[in-house]
Structures are given as C-alpha cells and as structure tokens.
C-alpha cells in the first residue's frame, strides 16, 4: 500500500519561510492527487495546495490565505512532495498532513482522501 511520511516542521518567527516535505511510498502512479491540507485544534481539518502525482497542477486552487504565499511541488524522482511557505504568519501555525486521493484531484474534502500522514507541526510565533 502507500504510506506517507511528513517532515520539516518546527517553531519559526513570522515572516519566515519553511519547507514541508512528504516522503512517498508505494505505487502512485497514474491518476492520484497529492494534497497538503492542515489543522488546528478543535477546528476542521482544512485544505491547503494539492498536485497531480505527475506534476500538473489541480484544478482545485489553493486556498486564498496561502495564493501568494505557499508552492506545491512534486518530485517524481524523490517521490516526495513539498509545500514551501513563504512569509509565513501566526495563523499559519497548525498540524500539517499529506495525503492520496485515487482517481485524481476534485475535491478538497478531507474524506475524500484514502491515506494520511501522521502530520508535521508548524509553529509560527509573532
């Protein structure tokens, strides 16, 4: 099966910039979609960018609080995808978790996503 490995967190000041990687392992060629979404205690796991394992980018935007500031890559060599975060801010703090979707990229429903990583902690002090 696939499993999902998150790295890269840790406690930064805001403005700062942090890659996230998620190592992959396991078959996810073909039509998957390779999400980060993330979060907080007692709120709603939320999405944040999402990828084609080939590289090309969903249809599904990336959430507007992190547009113009986060980039999602994939490197199909490394198999690992990443989510670099730039000026990052406080409200950025939170759990962050990879995860697989079969069948592509429509949808940013965390149900709708068959394998998890066990999350990486971003902590961002102001």
């Known amino acids: 099966g696939v499993q999902l490995a998150e790295s890269g967190g840790g406690s930064v000041e805001t403005g700062s910039s942090l890659r996230l990687s998620c190592k992959v392992s396991?078959?996810?060629?073909?039509?998957?979609?390779l999400p980060w979404f993330r979060q907080v205690p007692g709120k709603e796991r939320e999405g944040v960018a999402q990828?084609?394992?080939?590289?090309?980018?969903?249809?599904?935007e990336p959430r507007d609080s992190v547009k113009d500031r986060f980039t999602i890559s994939y490197d199909q060599d490394k198999k690992t995808l990443y989510l670099h975060m730039n000026n990052v801010k406080p409200e950025d703090s939170a759990m962050y978790y990879c995860?697989?979707?079969?069948?592509?990229?429509?949808?940013?429903?965390?149900?709708?996503?068959?394998?998890w990583g066990q999350g990486t902690q971003v902590t961002v002090s102001s």
């Open positions: 995860a697989r979707q079969i069948g592509g990229c429509h949808t940013d429903e965390p149900r709708s996503f068959q394998n």
């Open positions: 990828i084609y394992s080939d590289g090309s980018p969903s249809r599904v």
């Open positions: 396991g078959d996810v060629s073909g039509y998957n979609c």
